[in-house]
């Protein structure tokens, strides 16, 4: 078996909803739009077996907004949109693990 150093790094970006489900009486159900973003590293071995490190941070989007605009000025006319939001709570995770590499 032919040994061989290689690094791969990655990244990404998550977009889904997280769900906070309460126990407490004077609080409701709440579902927000959340977003995350990743980073990592992998790291062979050999062919087929290594190691990988990856660190998530989480963004769960409490309020926001959208707005569009259209403008026309000495330079012609201009449009857009914009969209804002605020994250009151950030979560991270790291995580390590052992990879298996399958076919060629």
Known sequence: MEIQDEFFG??????????????AKNYADLWRFAFGLQAGLKYFFSDAIGIRIQGRMLFPIYAGGAGAYCGIGTGGSSCGLSFGGTALVLQG????????????
């Open 93 to 104: 995770d790291l995580t390590a693990g052992i990879i298996f590499r399958l076919g060629n």
């Open 10 to 23: 990655f990244g990404g970006l998550t977009l889904g909803a997280a769900y906070y489900n309460t126990t």
